[in-house]
C-alpha cells in the first residue's frame, strides 16, 4: 500500500484568488443595501470564507457550523452529524452559507433543511467546489468557484485525513482509492 499525498495541482494559488475575488464581486452586487450573514461549514471552508469576506463591501457577520459525514475515508457515510451548532439565531437574516466541496450532496441538503426550518429571510449557498455527483439531489447553488471531476482533493482547507489543509493550490490526492 502507497502513502497517501499530494500530487497534480488541478487548481493554482492564482487561479483561487482570481476566482475568489470574482465570487467576491458577485455576491457583494447580489446583497447590495443588505447585510450578509455568512455561515461557513468548518473546517474545510475556512480558507475560503478568509480570503472571500475580505473582499465583499456589504456589511458582513460570521457563524460557524460544524457537521460530520466522513470519518478519515475519502467516501462519504451518508451520515450527518451536527458537531457544533451556530452562535447566534439567523431568524429573518440573509444567509449565505458557504462550502469548500459538494460532492454527493448529502451533508448540504441536510444542512440547508435544518437551517431553512429556523426561518431565515433567505438562505443561498456558495461553494468553492464541485464534483459531478452533486447533481443527483435538487440542491440549488448559487454560487460555485470551480466544477472538478470526480477526484479527491486536498489543498486550500481541504484535507484527507485531517492533512494537507495548508497547501495554497488544490492537488489531487494521489495514492488511495
Ligand atoms: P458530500 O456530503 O458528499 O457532499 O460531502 C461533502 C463533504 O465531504 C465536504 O464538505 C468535505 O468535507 C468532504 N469532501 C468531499 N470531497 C472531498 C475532497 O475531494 N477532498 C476533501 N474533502 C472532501
Ligand atoms: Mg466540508
Do not use: W
Not at 478568509?50 to 460530520?68: G, H, I, K, N, Y
Not at 469548500?100 to 450532496?105: A, E, F, K, L, P
Not at 455527483?133 to 460555485?144: C, F, K, N, S
Amino acid at each position: 500500500m502507497t502513502e497517501a499525498r499530494p500530487g497534480r495541482v488541478l487548481i493554482s494559488a492564482d487561479d483561487l484568488q482570481r476566482r475568489v475575488s470574482e465570487l467576491a464581486a458577485e455576491i457583494s452586487a447580489d446583497y447590495e443595501g443588505r447585510d450578509v450573514l455568512v455561515v461557513g461549514v468548518l473546517k474545510g471552508a475556512v480558507f475560503f470564507i478568509a480570503d472571500l469576506v475580505r473582499q465583499l463591501t456589504v456589511p458582513c457577520e460570521l457563524d460557524f457550523m460544524a457537521v460530520s459525514s466522513y470519518g478519515s475515508s475519502t467516501h462519504s457515510s451518508g451520515v450527518v452529524r451536527i458537531l457544533k451548532d451556530l452562535d447566534y439565531p439567523i431568524a429573518g437574516r440573509h444567509v449565505l452559507v458557504v462550502e469548500d466541496v459538494i460532492d454527493s450532496g448529502l451533508t448540504l441538503t441536510y444542512l440547508v433543511r435544518n437551517l431553512q426550518s429556523r426561518e431565515p429571510a433567505s438562505l443561498e449557498i456558495c461553494t468553492l467546489l464541485t464534483k459531478p455527483r452533486h447533481r443527483e439531489l435538487p440542491l440549488t447553488t448559487r454560487y460555485q468557484g470551480f466544477a472538478l471531476p470526480d477526484v479527491f482533493v486536498v489543498g486550500y482547507g481541504l484535507d484527507y485525513d485531517e492533512r494537507y489543509r495548508p497547501l495554497p493550490h488544490i492537488a489531487e490526492l494521489d495514492g488511495v482509492t
